[in-house]
T-cell receptor
Framework: AQSVTQPDIHITVSEGASLELRCNYSYGATPYLFWYVQSPGQGLQLLLKYFSGDTLVQGIKGFEAEFKRSQSSFNLRKPSVHWSDAAEYFCAVGALDFGNEKLTFGTGTRLTIIP | DSGVTQTPKHLITATGQRVTLRCSPRSGDLSVYWYQQSLDQGLQFLIQYYNGEERAKGNILERFSAQQFPDLHSELNLSSLELGDSALYFC????????????FGEGSRLTVL
């Protein structure tokens, strides 16, 4: 069975500082990996995704993530955070059988930005 | 705006009651997914429909049921409600292609008193 672990429940960083959110996955085959962001009172929005190829993927809002198969990790990074990045971030792993794009989500990391 | 519409946004009801949550997917999306988000369980996959047929089932209770109609909108029915059913219920849709991207609605917040 597929699973995702986000070890950090809550992270606080200063505006302008760099950010790294951790994600570890368990999946029997080549994983498809995703990062979603949920702003307060909103649904989830896709930040980026990894299917294959280059292990460093770029997403929206200046985020990037690196797939490391040897470590079963897919950490999310941003070089300089903005106050508007405060939100909850979810890592997800999935199978993409046609018509069956079920995703398994981690428990999320809440990001707080301080001035 | 993701293009996925969920109604109602908020719902307060009593234990033992039954409610129906409605979801309209993005135009052209054939797959609809239901997820439950609660503080203690996180984001849990409930069920998926593809073009009117059930395709995958997750941690959905027997008291819950869903369906997708010919116009592709979906409804999630929750019955014999318990306090623990209080949660945010999300609907998501996806294109038929292997984009891997789910488009989420803003959710329906259910409070059971």
């Amino acid at each position: 069975a597929q699973s995702v672990t986000q070890p950090d429940i809550h992270i606080t960083v200063s505006e302008g500082a760099s950010l790294e959110l951790r994600c570890n996955y368990s999946y029997g085959a080549t994983p498809y990996l995703f990062w979603y962001v949920q702003s307060p009172g909103q649904g989830l929005q896709l930040l980026l995704k990894y299917f294959s190829g280059d292990t460093l993927v770029q997403g929206i809002k200046g985020f990037e993530a690196e797939f490391k198969r040897s470590q079963s990790s897919f950490n999310l990074r941003k070089p300089s955070v903005h106050w508007s990045d405060a939100a909850e971030y979810f890592c997800a792993v999935g199978a993409l059988d046609f018509g069956n794009e079920k995703l398994t989500f981690g428990t999320g990391t809440r990001l707080t930005i301080i001035p | 705006d993701s293009g996925v519409t969920q109604t109602p946004k908020h719902l307060i009801t009593a234990t033992g009651q039954r409610v129906t949550l409605r979801c309209s997917p993005r135009s052209g999306d054939l797959s609809v997914y239901w997820y439950q988000q609660s503080l203690d369980q996180g984001l849990q996959f409930l069920i998926q429909y593809y073009n009117g047929e059930e395709r995958a089932k997750g941690n959905i209770l027997e008291r819950f049921s869903a369906q997708q109609f010919p116009d592709l909108h979906s409804e999630l029915n929750l019955s014999s409600l318990e306090l623990g059913d209080s949660a945010l219920y999300f609907c998501a849709s996806s294109p038929s292609s292997k984009s891997g991207e789910l488009f989420f609605g803003e959710g329906s917040r259910l409070t059971v008193l």
